[in-house]
């Protein structure tokens, strides 16, 4: 693409900052979740907890309910919990085999979100709205009560964080997945918690959150840069943004380590 081509015009503050902002909030929860998942080796947690919650969604919009109404919310709440209540009992019975669970937990809800949709004219135009997101169109009323429902569960965290279990980690997760698929969408909610993780893995936990968090959000605003200057959609142009950031992030730390060798 030429530089004549770029649409310079819509680097514009007051369209960019409100996603930048839902993205920060993500990034909030989604980062230290994302350390947890990686240190337990349930990679595709995640994935599968957010299937289930997009479930919920569709289920609720396949009874004729407000996509946008609490009604679906609290459906998507629901699914997520009761999934995530369920994989947290397997991983008690059947821990040898929780990644083939989690993953099929994934594919069935998957399949069965595809089956309430069959009969819809707009069925994979929701489901690809549910997967890749509609974060520029956040509004300032959702990143309000997200921040009200990121900040409980953060508080609840930090302070129950020695006692919590692996039943009240498996809720917080389901909540906060549920929060966030609806704001940015499946491949955004994996790649929040996985990538900025994955940069930050040989570091302390401590020392290596706050270290994601940057490189999340660096890679959220570059994604949306991006996204305006060459009208590419935005949520999968943060999601190549954080694979670049977090893979640029290790090879830092890798180049550091080898000169502290030499």
């Not at 991983?91 to 989690?102: G, S, V």
């Not at 921040?147 to 809720?171: E, H």
């Not at 997945?177 to 940069?199: D, H, R």
Request: net charge positive; aromatic share 8%; proline share 5%.
């Amino acid at each position: 693409m030429t530089p004549a081509a770029l649409n310079f015009a819509a680097l514009d503050p007051s369209l960019l900052l409100p996603p930048l902002v839902a993205g920060l909030l993500v990034l909030a929860t989604h980062v230290p979740l994302g350390q947890r998942v990686l240190a337990r080796g349930i990679i595709f947690l995640d994935l599968a907890v957010a299937q289930i919650a997009v479930l919920g969604v569709i289920a609720a919009h396949a009874m004729g309910w407000d996509t946008q109404g609490w009604q679906t919310q609290l459906a998507a709440a629901v699914a997520a919990v009761g999934g995530a209540a369920l994989l947290a009992g397997c991983e008690k019975r059947w821990p040898d085999i929780q990644e083939a669970l989690i993953g099929s937990s994934y594919i069935v809800a998957a399949s069965l979100a595809v089956l309430l949709l069959a009969g819809n004219p707009h069925g994979g135009e929701q489901l690809g709205e549910l997967l890749t997101g509609q974060i520029l169109w956040v509004s300032t009323r959702q990143i309000l009560q997200i921040a009200v429902l990121y900040a409980m569960l953060l508080a609840f965290w930090w302070i129950r964080s020695t006692r919590l279990g692996s039943l009240g980690f498996y809720l917080i997760f389901a909540l906060a997945i549920t929060a966030s698929v609806q704001l940015v969408g499946v491949y955004l909610v994996f790649a929040s918690l996985i990538l900025p993780a994955l940069a930050v893995r040989r570091l302390p936990v401590r020392a290596g959150l706050p270290v994601a968090w940057m490189l999340g959000a660096l890679a959220y605003a570059a994604g949306l840069a991006a996204s305006a200057l060459f009208d590419w959609p935005a949520g999968p142009a943060i999601v190549i943004s954080l694979a670049m950031t977090a893979l640029l992030g290790g090879n830092l730390r890798r180049v550091a380590a080898i000169g502290r060798q030499s």
